[in-house]
């Protein structure tokens, strides 16, 4: 029996790798197993090699593995591209249909199963991904009656006929591996997981429930890999407590349609990516200058330009933190768990209102399209603060306008909702006044820009730095963002064998920088790692600039559209610990 296994399957976008990998988790998860998956797609629709990838463990864990230990592989260019992952002894699960072959010095061994055929003796070619998942499970030695039951829920909406044949499906797909290989094999059964009810989602799907759970009610968007999900399941379940999404013509029209939405009270937000984000620039400063609270979620992907639309990178953090013209109060967070995406949400629209600032939500793909279980969501956890939006004002003097930007000793001003006689006040986009009329006055602008840079300079998120510190005195302090940190915790496990003081953290509050947070932990290192999905080493870069001991840091910066491995942060680090670098 063993405690952790990973399975994948691969094959021709659009013939139903996906589905096979939703029934195959959903069935792991309601058994109590902990899960963590990975995507690869391309960014076209139909065709194009994609597969699925999930890590399945008795114990809780947020990284894919180094290898692979089954692989279903719809057709040979599966196995031409994923074979090399598999572990010595792994299993092939492949379609007899196209000659399966296993490259050579590849200790694994094959199991060619007539996938399509047996499909297609049921009426259809579709249900061979239920033949697969079958002849897969059955290897696990886990019961059939689970996975059948979340046959059923697929496809149950299809009527009773359409659920008994996938259920023959699997059965047919079982049966057939465990006659060839006498049985579940001893080196796959798993463990019996804890059977504790876990939640199963991607970074997204969480952000769009705490966009419910924070209040908000509107959702404006235009489609946009890998944000898409958000707006999507806003789209279903936002209208169930009287929101609405709207899919507007571009980015442009989205985030200054939030902004307007919450000039007027209403909580709303919009979410992208790279691409999104540049054409948002511009009413991102808008929202800054007017002081309106506004919530961004940024998804990055590879750029620039297109780019690579479905790959993991970490390259916006700059355009984020220095993407407007002039200078604005604005606030950068980045989640690292899916418990993050949820919380960390909520916290997001709670800042833009107390501050009246644009507050972007920074995930990576990884992060947003990998599905992962989390520990179930702790509701009395939440709290809904809108800050200083008054809703009945003093009666106003006659000819007299409402101060909507007050100085005041925090920087953060009354606000009032339109269609409140006595919260009249004029608002525009060039320099104003307190009461909002334009002014270049110098005197007058010198006060305002202080009063708006000022408001957010001593914030901090909840764990704006979130780290694992168990050495007074390391050897080696790792630094991440976003979905690194799981890959770096499993890389720390073999270090601390090999006798390397490790201590981890993770930034979570990207702006304002969270110096005094950081700067012990800089302190206490003899170097410093810090491990990022782009080319150009910014987070390290804000790192030197805020915190300074750029003598001591280090970079580890992979940019090629995948994910870290905890082998790949492992190895560096034993490098850098052995010869002073990489």
């Known amino acids: 029996m063993i405690s952790q296994l990973s399975w994948k399957i691969g094959g021709q976008q659009g013939e139903g790798v996906e589905s096979t990998d939703r029934i195959f988790s959903t069935a792991l998860n309601r058994l109590g197993y902990y899960l963590y998956g990975y995507r690869h797609f391309s960014s076209r629709i139909k065709g194009g090699h994609t597969n699925n990838k999930i890590r399945i463990s008795t114990e809780p864990l947020r990284a894919i593995s180094d290898d692979l230990d089954i692989l279903v592989a719809f057709d040979q260019e599966s196995i031409d591209l994923n074979a090399a992952e598999l572990r010595p002894g792994g299993v092939v699960v492949a379609d007899a249909k196209f000659n399966p072959t296993i490259p050579e010095g590849l200790d694994v061994e094959l199991f060619a199963v007539p996938i399509t055929a047996m499909a297609e003796e049921l009426g259809t070619s579709l249900m061979k991904n239920m033949v697969a998942s079958g002849a897969s499970w059955a290897l696990l030695g886990l019961p059939l009656d689970v996975f059948n039951k979340a046959v059923e829920e697929e496809f149950g909406r299809k009527g009773a006929t359409v659920v008994e044949k996938n259920v023959e499906a699997v059965g047919r797909g079982a049966a057939f591996v465990l006659e060839q290989a006498g049985g579940p094999i001893d080196g796959f059964r798993l463990d019996s997981a804890d059977g504790k009810q876990k939640l199963f989602m991607i970074g997204n799907e969480a952000i769009g429930l705490g966009c419910i759970a924070a209040g908000c009610r509107l959702m404006a968007a235009y489609p946009i890999t890998p944000a898409s999900e958000i707006m999507e399941y806003l789209i279903k379940h936002l209208p169930k407590v009287g929101g609405t999404v709207v899919q507007t013509e571009d980015e442009i029209a989205a985030v200054t349609m939030a902004i307007g939405a919450n000039y007027a009270g209403v909580r709303a937000m919009t979410a992208s990516a790279g691409p999104g984000l540049s054409l ?32 993991q990178e970490q390259s916006d953090l700059n355009a984020m ?16 768990s899916i418990e993050d995406c949820f919380y960390d949400t909520i916290e997001a629209f709670n800042i833009a209102d107390t501050y009246q600032v644009p507050v972007i939500l920074m995930t990576d793909l990884q992060l947003s399209l990998g599905k992962q279980s989390c520990e179930v969501l702790d509701y009395d956890k939440i709290s809904i603060e809108r800050g200083k939006l008054v809703r009945e004002h003093e009666p106003l003097a006659a000819g007299q306008l409402f101060k909507r930007y007050e100085w005041t000793e925090d920087g953060v001003s009354p606000r009032s909702i339109p269609g409140d006689p006595h919260g009249l006040h004029h608002v525009t986009g060039v320099e104003h006044d307190e009461q909002g009329r334009p002014s270049e006055s110098a005197h007058n602008r010198k006060l305002m820009m202080d009063k708006r840079l000022g408001k957010v300079k001593g914030l901090r998120i909840r764990e704006a730095v979130r780290c694992e510190a168990p ?9 991440d963002m976003s979905s690194v940190g799981g890959t770096i915790d499993e890389a720390r496990l073999r270090l601390e064998k090999d006798g390397i003081r490790t201590n981890h953290a993770t930034i979570r509050q990207i702006h304002p920088f969270p110096t005094e947070q950081l700067a012990p932990l800089l302190e206490r290192a003899e170097s410093v790692l810090v491990v990022e999905n782009n080319a150009t080493a910014q987070l390290a870069d804000q790192i030197k600039l805020h915190a300074g001991h750029a003598d001591k840091i280090h970079n580890l910066l992979k940019y090629d559209g995948n994910p870290f491995l905890p082998a790949e942060v492992y190895q560096a680090c034993k490098e850098l610990n052995n010869n002073g670098d990489i």
């Not at 979620?297 to 479905?310: A, D, I």
């Open 280 to 311: 948002m620039v511009e009413a991102i400063g808008l929202a800054g200058m007017t002081e309106t609270p506004l919530v961004i979620v940024n998804t990055q992907r590879g750029g620039p330009s297109t780019g690579l639309p479905t790959k």
């Open 321 to 336: 933190i220095y993407g407007t013209h002039g200078e604005i109060p604005k606030v950068v967070i980045a989640p690292a």
């Open 471 to 479: 050495h007074e005195r390391a050897d080696l302090l790792i630094v």
